[in-house]
């Protein structure tokens, strides 16, 4: 099984800042990575694939980058909706897995 | 609208089965491979279960082999996760997926508890 680790775990931020949001594979998934927000009580929210792609309807301060073993997703100005929780997923080998998950809170 | 609605989740003790649903609208099922993911109580995200289009091809992760089975109905339009021998570490919301991983039900509570 490939371990997908997200770091930090928390990453506290200013609205208006960059945030920067990583993601190691334990072997390489080669760019199948996908990235989801998730608030309280909802289901995740597709925002990337393929690890740089974004999803219909997701705004263009959220990106992708990497191949590999090592993917980032920026947020390149947060806004207050942008406050939650990340998960990194790969689908490349079954089982497919996702990381632990990164919280984005107020600084 | 495109959308997945799960049904089926609940209390259940310990050893027990349930069978969860997922009725899909707005496509046609039998174009996509479809998924089951779940989420236990403030923990992050497990993919469980994977079908092909026509049911050929069927996956799983390690922790429920031999337990859970995932099927479909495509004249129904439906996915279904039977579970059975269940644990109280199956407890969670479970989510029915399309895995052009854009499409995801609101998700159903599976409580494993004597």
């Known amino acids: 099984e490939i371990v997908m680790t997200q770091s930090p775990a928390t990453l506290s931020v200013s609205p208006g800042e960059r945030a920067t949001l990583s993601c190691r594979a334990s072997q390489s998934v080669s760019s199948k990575l996908a990235w989801y927000q998730q608030k309280p009580g909802q289901a995740p929210r597709f925002l990337i694939y393929?690890?740089?792609t974004r999803a219909t309807g997701i705004p263009a301060r959220f990106s992708g980058s990497g191949s590999g073993t090592e993917f980032t997703l920026t947020i390149s100005s947060l806004q207050s909706e942008d406050f939650t929780v990340y998960y990194c997923q790969q689908y490349n080998n079954w089982p497919w897995t996702f990381g632990q998950g990164t919280k984005v809170e107020f600084k | 609208e495109v959308q997945l609605v799960e049904s089926g989740g609940g209390l259940v003790q310990p050893g027990g089965s349930l069978r969860l649903s997922c009725a899909a609208s707005g496509f046609s099922l039998r174009s996509y491979w479809m998924s089951w993911v779940r989420q236990a109580p403030g923990k992050g995200l497990e993919w469980v279960a994977n079908?092909?289009?026509?049911?050929?091809?069927?996956y799983y992760v390690e922790s429920v082999k031999g337990r859970f089975t995932i099927s479909r109905d495509n004249a129904k339009n439906s996915l279904y996760l039977q579970m059975n021998s269940l644990r109280a570490e199956d407890t969670a919301v479970y989510y029915c997926v399309r895995p052009t991983f854009d499409i995801w039900g609101q998700g159903t509570m599976v409580t494993v508890s004597s």
């Open positions: 393929g690890a740089s």
């Open positions: 079908i092909k289009e026509d049911g050929s091809e069927k």
